[in-house]
């Protein structure tokens, strides 16, 4: 085992480890003085007295974010059914063997991928004169569908090609093939990928504020702007960004059990075969027998 791990790269010797433990160790010092250097500004400039937290008491702001969160993860959940769906359909586009449905495919999935997304949202809502929603959900889709179709497409196309002329080669059709060996293989590779993408639909959805869509960002933007302190900003952020930081954790922590049930699936379990006894080679287990002379 130990020249199997060798083979592939070389075993860090003595100085090499201790080179790396100081390199941690440094590495740990400077994050915990970044931490401390922010703490101590936050605390000299009195972010954490009670005036600048009391009005996170009152029903009226709860109710706001409540109401900006709910809005967040209504148009994420839109967006990100739609972006898997527009994902799919592109990327079946351009595996397609007909090329005129490939170029096509391809022509949408670089142009939405090249577009900012912002562009796009302020052109459907100032252009086309759709509602804040429709806008956000719709150039969220645009762009993380684009992308989505090509993590689809690799996923597909990192498979081992055997499996798939095995597949042909027992009569499969293509639409077959897809469905029931390509895509089961690829769903694990292009697992990460998926999330990762999701992860970033997430964020983009704070873009609605700019389109006066009344998401978790806009709420808290309509908090601060009514704070009769200095820097009012600083307590929003520090209520708002922890949030974020739990949905998208949860997002991740969806994936693995996600993956981890996949594994524990009786589809994608090892058969485990008896071994063969001998003299059963011949049907109704009579053993083959040497000709006589």
Same mark, same amino acid.
């Given at each position: 085992?130990?020249?199997?791990?060798?083979?592939?790269?070389?075993?860090?010797?003595?100085?090499?480890?201790?080179?790396?433990?100081?390199?941690?160790?440094?590495?740990?010092?400077?994050?915990?003085?970044?931490?401390?250097?922010?703490?101590?500004?936050?605390?000299?400039?009195?972010?954490?007295?009670?005036?600048?937290?009391?009005?996170?008491?009152?029903?009226?702001?709860?109710?706001?974010?409540?109401?900006?969160?709910?809005?967040?993860?209504?148009?994420?959940?839109?967006?990100?059914?739609?972006?898997?769906?527009?994902?799919?359909?592109?990327?079946?586009?351009?595996?397609?063997?007909?090329?005129?449905?490939?170029?096509? #495919?391809? %022509?949408? +999935?670089?142009?939405?991928?090249?577009?900012?997304?912002?562009?796009? *949202?302020?052109?459907?809502? $100032? &252009? /086309?004169?759709?509602?804040?929603?429709?806008?956000?959900?719709?150039?969220?889709?645009?762009?993380?569908?684009?992308?989505?179709?090509?993590?689809?497409?690799?996923?597909?196309?990192?498979?081992?090609?055997?499996?798939?002329?095995?597949?042909?080669?027992?009569?499969?059709?293509?639409?077959?093939?897809? #469905?029931? %060996?390509? +895509?089961?293989?690829?769903?694990?590779?292009?697992?990460?990928?998926? *999330?990762?993408?999701?992860? $970033? &639909? /997430?964020?983009?959805?704070?873009?609605?504020?700019?389109?006066?869509?009344?998401?978790?960002?806009?709420?808290?933007?309509?908090?601060?702007?009514?704070?009769?302190?200095?820097?009012?900003?600083?307590?929003?952020?520090?209520?708002?960004?922890?949030?974020?930081?739990?949905?998208?954790?949860?997002?991740?922590?969806?994936?693995?059990?996600?993956?981890?049930?996949?594994?524990?699936?009786?589809?994608?379990?090892?058969?485990?075969?008896? &071994?063969?006894?001998?003299?059963?080679?011949?049907?109704?287990?009579?053993?083959?027998?040497?000709?006589?002379?």
């Amino acid at each position: 085992m130990s020249g199997a791990a060798s083979a592939l790269y070389d075993i860090p010797g003595p100085a090499t480890r201790r080179r790396h433990r100081a390199y941690g160790v440094l590495s740990t010092v400077a994050l915990l003085a970044l931490a401390a250097w922010i703490l101590y500004l936050l605390l000299d400039t009195g972010q954490f007295a009670s005036t600048r937290w009391r009005p996170f008491a009152y029903k009226g702001i709860q109710e706001l974010l409540l109401r900006g969160l709910g809005n967040t993860l209504r148009a994420f959940s839109i967006a990100a059914v739609c972006s898997l769906a527009l994902g799919g359909l592109l990327a079946t586009g351009r595996l397609s063997d007909h090329r005129p449905v490939r170029l096509l #495919a391809t %022509v949408v +999935v670089e142009f939405f991928r090249a577009m900012p997304v912002l562009v796009m *949202i302020f052109f459907i809502f $100032v &252009a /086309l004169k759709a509602q804040p929603l429709t806008a956000l959900v719709a150039g969220l889709t645009l762009y993380n569908g684009s992308v989505l179709a090509e993590v689809f497409r690799s996923g597909v196309n990192a498979v081992e090609r055997g499996q798939q002329e095995a597949a042909f080669a027992l009569g499969m059709r293509k639409t077959q093939v897809m #469905a029931h %060996v390509l +895509v089961p293989q690829a769903v694990r590779a292009m697992l990460p990928a998926i *999330i990762s993408q999701l992860v $970033v &639909a /997430l964020k983009d959805t704070s873009l609605g504020y700019l389109i006066t869509y009344e998401e978790f960002l806009h709420a808290g933007k309509l908090i601060a702007s009514n704070l009769d302190y200095d820097l009012p900003f600083i307590p929003v952020v520090m209520v708002i960004s922890p949030i974020y930081i739990g949905m998208c954790m949860l997002l991740s922590w969806f994936a693995g059990w996600v993956s981890r049930r996949e594994q524990r699936s009786p589809k994608t379990e090892a058969v485990v075969l008896a &071994a063969a006894d001998p003299g059963t080679l011949l049907p109704g287990g009579v053993p083959p027998t040497a000709p006589r002379p």
